[in-house]
């Protein structure tokens, strides 16, 4: 699977940015969907995930009511809708595919995409 993340950029305390991940070469509705993140100096951190039908979801305590994952499959698209963006929110965003449910450890995960850069200023 090649992924493909996009969406990324500069942005306001308290604004909206829109991430989408477009998948190609496998099928896409066979994998759980995650998106991860990574700042400077410190370790990826799990940001959310998605199973293979979209119907669960999973999200890290920090950005849980602010940020929204969801899919389309006829598409190839995943999406995290990141609203109330927080200066602490600027990181490296990367979309990666799990064979399995779609859990929180970057280990589960198999194919990565490059990442996106969003950057939130105060």
């Known amino acids: 699977v090649q992924l493909q993340a996009s969406g990324g950029g500069l942005v306001q305390a308290g604004g909206s940015l829109r991430l989408s991940c477009a998948a190609s070469?496998?099928?896409?509705?066979?994998?759980?969907l995650g998106w991860f993140r990574q700042a400077p100096g410190k370790e990826r951190e799990f940001v959310a995930a998605?199973?293979?039908?979209?119907?669960?979801?999973n999200y890290a305590d920090s950005v849980k009511g602010r940020f929204t994952i969801s899919r389309d499959n006829y598409k190839n698209t995943v999406y995290l809708q990141m609203n109330s963006l927080k200066p602490e929110d600027t990181a490296v965003y990367y979309c990666a595919t799990d064979e399995g449910p779609g859990g929180r450890s970057s280990h589960d995960y198999e194919f990565w995409g490059q990442g996106t850069l969003v950057t939130v200023s105060s």
């Open positions: 998605i199973s293979w039908s979209g119907g669960r979801t």
């Open positions: 070469g496998r099928i896409f509705s066979n994998y759980a």
